[in-house]
Nanobody
Framework: QLQASGGGLVQSGGSLRLSCAASGFTLEYYAVGWFRQAPGKEREGVSC????????YYADSVKGRFTISRDIAKNTLYLQMNSLKPEDTAVYYCVSYRRVGASCASGVPDYWGQGTQVTVSS
């Protein structure tokens, strides 16, 4: 399971840190990351990290502003979001790639958390 938290309402230029507590598997051994879906838009990959294929990886729209990290001891994934913009408003999903051989480049993730809402006001 993937349990995301940390979303909320923030003004433009502000910061939020999303957390994703993993259970039932050790996230250190898999590619894990974040997707988001804005109203009326398709889901898009935001960031991904994996011990096997390098990275971390970021969407161009968030490079330099977002940082993905893992706390192995807590089996928790984070997304530090700085300099937030109104266009970052979306539901953010914690995801994992669990099929054999999967990596951050494997397209659609196998598991999705329940999502946490991030709203950035202008």
């Amino acid at each position: 399971q993937l349990q995301a938290s940390g979303g909320g309402l923030v003004q433009s230029g502000g910061s939020l840190r999303l957390s994703c507590a993993a259970s039932g598997f050790t996230l250190e051994y898999y590619a894990v990351g974040w997707f988001r879906q804005a109203p009326g838009k398709e889901r898009e990959g935001v960031s991904c990290i994996s011990s096997s294929d390098g990275g971390p990886y970021y969407a161009d729209s968030v490079k330099g502003r977002f940082t993905i990290s893992r706390d192995i001891a807590k089996n928790t994934l984070y997304l530090q979001m700085n300099s937030l913009k109104p266009e970052d408003t979306a539901v953010y999903y914690c995801v994992s790639y669990r099929r054999v051989g999967a990596s951050c480049a494997s397209g659609v993730p196998d598991y999705w958390g329940q999502g946490t809402q991030v709203t950035v006001s202008s």
